[in-house]
């Protein structure tokens, strides 16, 4: 018997500090705690399989990440979430076992909320509002090719600003497939300097979409 399945897991609070290389270690070393029935690799050095739909990027919570391993032999899946649970840090949490129904190249888009904290919530608002209506917005994007100027401001026209408590917050669906993809950092650099010192952001992965903006599952 070789079974995949998909885990979904949140990564919040203090992990979002853990670089992808580590979380793959993290979760390497729970499975390993758990005892879970997995495959391993094969050859001289046989490690558990496990992969990544989309890499979230350092400093990003995730709302709902997934990873995909494989069972050799069957297990309940509550069980197997509780297991996982006890070997992993606080701030990363197992919430849901299913079987693959989509691959992780079919994934085109992501959802994001970025918060931004400090400062006047109401002088914020204004100052991304007016920066959404400019002409262009242009920022320096790595690429294979090398650094490029690239406007980036038509992927957040349509982005929502709701001003929330001592905060604000705006919600966005960016490119994240492997045609092209869009950091939401890239649209914090460029703002940075019109938002004031004491403004601070942070960025929360919702969920991943495909072309036609289903949900990744």
Same mark, same amino acid.
């Given at each position: 018997?070789? &079974?995949?399945?998909?885990?979904?897991?949140? &990564?919040? #609070?203090?992990?979002?500090?853990?670089?992808?290389? %580590?979380? %793959?270690?993290?979760?390497?070393?729970?499975?390993?705690?758990?005892?879970?029935?997995?495959?391993?690799? @094969?050859?001289?050095?046989?490690? *558990?399989?496990?992969?990544?739909?989309?890499?979230?990027?350092?400093?990003?919570? #995730?709302?709902?990440?997934?990873?995909?391993?494989?069972?050799?032999?069957?297990?309940?899946?509550? =069980?197997?979430?509780?297991?996982? %649970?006890?070997?992993?840090?606080?701030?990363?949490?197992?919430?849901?076992?299913?079987?693959?129904?989509?691959?992780? /190249?079919?994934?085109?888009? $992501? @959802?994001?909320?970025?918060?931004?904290?400090?400062?006047?919530?109401?002088?914020?608002?204004?100052?991304?509002?007016?920066? =959404?209506? %400019?002409? $262009? +917005?242009?920022?320096?994007?790595?690429?294979?090719?090398?650094? !490029? !100027? *690239?406007?980036? +401001?038509?992927?957040?026209?349509?982005?929502?600003?709701?001003? =929330?408590?001592?905060?604000?917050?705006?919600?966005?669906?960016?490119?994240? /497939?492997?045609?092209?993809?869009?950091?939401?950092? +890239?649209? +914090?650099?460029? *703002?940075?300097?019109?938002?004031?010192?004491?403004?601070?952001? &942070?960025? !929360?992965?919702?969920?991943?979409?495909?072309?036609? &903006?289903?949900?990744?599952?």
């Amino acid at each position: 018997m070789r &079974k995949e399945i998909r885990i979904w897991f949140s &990564k919040k #609070g203090a992990s979002r500090f853990i670089s992808h290389l %580590n979380l %793959n270690r993290c979760m390497s070393r729970a499975i390993h705690r758990a005892k879970l029935p997995v495959w391993y690799t @094969e050859g001289y050095n046989p490690h *558990v399989f496990l992969s990544f739909a989309a890499p979230l990027s350092l400093g990003f919570e #995730g709302e709902r990440e997934s990873m995909d391993i494989r069972l050799i032999e069957e297990m309940p899946y509550d =069980l197997l979430l509780e297991r996982l %649970n006890a070997g992993l840090p606080p701030d990363i949490r197992a919430y849901e076992v299913t079987e693959p129904v989509m691959k992780p /190249g079919e994934i085109a888009f $992501a @959802e994001y909320h970025i918060v931004f904290s400090g400062g006047d919530p109401e002088g914020t608002s204004e100052a991304l509002w007016r920066i =959404l209506h %400019n002409d $262009a +917005l242009i920022v320096e994007k790595k690429t294979k090719k090398g650094a !490029q !100027q *690239v406007d980036i +401001l038509p992927y957040f026209k349509n982005a929502g600003i709701l001003v =929330l408590g001592g905060g604000v917050m705006m919600d966005v669906t960016l490119p994240a /497939g492997s045609e092209g993809s869009v950091n939401p950092s +890239l649209f +914090l650099e460029a *703002v940075e300097p019109h938002l004031g010192a004491s403004v601070l952001a &942070k960025v !929360q992965r919702l969920r991943l979409l495909d072309r036609e &903006k289903r949900e990744f599952r």
